[in-house]
């Protein structure tokens, strides 16, 4: 496992972080989600991203990794769903740092991301005062933004967060040009989400009213007109795990799964960046078809 400073936070990541998600899900046995954690934990990963919106997961990785916290960077996000709390306001942020620290069995988060908020938020300020003062307390180390496009730029140009969380993908490119350079001499730490787009080469033609909708239309574009996209021996997974991690200015990329077989093979694809030209042929190809409106997907 490749690990990497996470910004000017004093963390380190792996490159590969979970994305706890899917874990969240009631369906799923506790000794199935137990036996993932610690899979994920044995095969190296430190990151660990959840939610106060997935389910059961800030729970479920309290109960089954609260013995090994030590060797944890547990992210998660919250500003919404605080019983007594209007969303967005400055008591729903504290609120809410009080219960994922209960729900993850720990004293202090170590990123913490105000999830998607509206730009209007982000400005008035409360939620982020608020972040400041459980920072200051101790209980968060890292405060964040998880979110994309207007709102993705002002939070990188404010100078008030330690870190970032957007898309990154081969069908998701344009924040690679805008913030995340700027996120990067800021030394922000930068988590990139859906590194392979949600699979769209799953589907042989387009998933209506599937999370991978979007993106399928924008690879089906992309992959039809320019077929040597795809380099000789290299799956899609492959392709698209190596693109994200590998481009400047990223820390980790998250990929959820329930599956450990899954996340084994992820690991093993991302032994090494792509070729130069590779990588370049790619973000070409992005920017020849996007008809003006591939924004990034929340």
């Known amino acids: 496992m490749e690990y990497r400073q996470f910004g000017h936070s004093g963390l380190n990541v792996s490159l590969l972080g979970l994305g706890a998600g899917q874990i969240g899900d009631a369906r799923l ?19 660990l991203d959840t939610a106060r919106g997935y389910g059961l997961s800030e729970e479920r990785i309290g109960r089954h990794l609260a013995n090994k916290r030590h060797q944890l960077v547990l992210s998660t996000k919250l500003g919404y769903d605080m019983p007594d709390h209007a969303d967005w306001s400055a008591g729903c942020i504290t609120a809410g740092v009080e219960a994922a620290l209960q729900r993850l069995q720990t004293d202090y988060l170590d990123i913490v991301h105000l999830h998607s908020c509206s730009l209007e938020v982000l400005q008035r300020g409360e939620v982020i005062t608020a972040l400041q003062a459980a920072q200051q307390a101790g209980k968060v180390r890292v405060i964040a933004y998880s979110g994309e496009n207007a709102e993705l730029r002002w939070a990188v140009h404010s100078g008030l967060f330690g870190s970032v969380e957007h898309s990154l993908n081969l069908c998701d490119q ?74 400047p200015g990223v820390s980790s990329i998250i990929v959820g799964t329930t599956n450990p077989s899954h996340l084994r093979h992820n690991l093993q694809q991302l032994s090494a960046p792509l070729p130069p030209d590779v990588y370049q042929r790619l973000r070409d190809a992005f920017t020849r078809h996007d008809p003006g409106w591939w924004y990034g997907q929340v």
């Open 29 to 47: 046995s506790e000794s199935d989600v137990a036996h993932l954690l610690h899979f994920a934990v044995d095969q190296g990963i430190t990151l």
């Open 174 to 247: 344009r924040v690679i040009d805008d913030p995340l350079p700027q996120a990067q001499a800021a030394g922000l730490g930068v988590i990139a989400k859906r590194p392979i787009g949600n699979a769209p080469w799953r589907f042989a033609s387009c998933p209506v009213g599937e999370y991978a909708e979007e993106y399928w239309w924008r690879w089906h574009t992309m992959s039809q007109r320019e077929p040597e996209l795809l380099p000789a021996g290299m799956d899609w997974q492959t392709l698209a795990l190596r693109f994200s991690a590998y481009t």
